[in-house]
């Protein structure tokens, strides 16, 4: 069991909105490019720039394309034969409990705050290698999530949902609140056998795509959605997905 866990990676990534809660907007510690040697830094000189360039093509070539949380299920099911989860197993619960939470964070700081809970960047530490601070501030945040998901479902509507897609080194879980039209993407595999879950994860990204309005306003939904696009590889899409998707039929229900 210890060998195969170790040969186990994790990657998570957002589309629109987020399941994480609070937490997942916190960044600890700054940058130390400036202490790399001349080497390094010229290595990340250039795959930023890089980057910048795959972003500017993403931009580029990005078209109004989107489909409803509906339609997206409903390909989730055909191309990828994904399976939901049950409301009551625990990956289920667990993740209605963050996406609520990070709901309530965006969308009613100002009840949470006449409950007594304001915003938990506010109870952030000054400093973050001070473990008393950190630890208070860890458990402020967790508070806060608690008190958040105890809102009255008449005051956070949600209509969560999550699916399974089981993959031969892998499986992709996608996240999907049809109220606000958020979904969150995530997958497990083995070490060195990322690309095919980034294919088809990318995949999902290109079909929910972005209204026209999404792109003259540059939402977030925009905005992450070209990070995506420029963060995962697509040369070999199509034929990456044939082969993930070649062994997934006659798989039982999550």
């Not at 990534?13 to 400036?34: H, R, W, Y």
């Not at 005051?155 to 080194?169: E, F, N, R, S, T």
């Not at 996240?175 to 497990?188: A, D, M, P, W």
Request: include cysteine; charged fraction near 35%; hydrophobic fraction near 30%.
């Amino acid at each position: 069991m210890r060998k195969s866990f170790r040969k186990k990676s994790a990657q998570a990534v957002t589309i629109i909105g987020g399941s994480d809660g609070p937490t997942s907007i916190f960044l600890v510690g700054k940058g130390k490019t400036e202490k790399l040697p001349l080497s390094r830094r010229f290595k990340e000189w250039y795959r930023g720039s890089r980057v910048k360039r795959r972003r500017a093509r993403v931009i580029k070539k990005l078209v109004a394309e989107p489909h409803t949380p509906w339609e997206l299920e409903i390909y989730l099911k055909k191309r990828y034969h994904a399976r939901e989860y049950a409301s009551y197993s625990r990956r289920a619960r667990e993740g209605f409990r963050n996406t609520k939470s990070s709901i309530v964070w965006r969308e009613h700081r100002n009840e949470m705050e006449q409950l007594g809970y304001p915003p938990p960047e506010t109870k952030s530490p000054q400093d973050f290698r001070n473990r008393a601070q950190v630890e208070e501030w860890h458990r402020y945040m967790n508070e806060y999530d608690e008190a958040a998901v105890g809102l009255s479902d008449s005051l956070v509507p949600m209509d969560y949902h999550i699916y399974g897609i089981c993959l031969k080194d892998g499986n992709v879980q996608v996240e999907i609140e049809k109220v606000r039209g958020l979904i969150n993407v995530s997958f497990t595999s083995r070490a060195g056998k990322k690309r095919c879950a980034q294919a088809v994860m990318r995949d999902i990204y290109q079909y929910y795509g972005v209204t026209k309005k999404d792109i003259d306003e540059s939402t977030d939904r925009y905005l992450t959605l070209v990070s995506m696009l420029t963060e995962l590889p697509g040369k070999d899409l199509k034929k990456r997905n044939g082969k993930c998707v070649k062994k997934m039929h006659g798989r039982k229900k999550v």
